[in-house]
């Protein structure tokens, strides 16, 4: 039960070599428990969303670079 809202929060993870995969996973915690941003939509793909990428991050300024 929790590992599944743990997934749910943590959004989408493309299928990726274990190392990348496991720093898609940190970048997508610190979005969802730290920063409180949803997932947002992948780079080349905007009908899709993934758990790394920040939904409204250009109209709340949050990004995983500085604390502004």
């Known amino acids: 039960m ?19 995969k496991d720093m898609r996973f940190h970048q997508s915690w610190w979005r969802a428990f730290v920063m409180a941003e949803s997932q947002g939509p992948y780079p080349t793909r905007p009908d899709h969303v993934i758990g790394n990428v920040i939904n409204n ?10 604390p502004n």
């Not at 991050?57 to 500085?66: A, D, P, Q, R, V």
């Open 2 to 20: 929790h590992e599944q809202k743990l997934l749910e929060l943590i959004g989408n993870l493309p299928k990726d070599p274990r190392f990348t």
């Open 57 to 66: 991050g250009e109209t709340s300024k949050k990004n995983f670079l500085t």
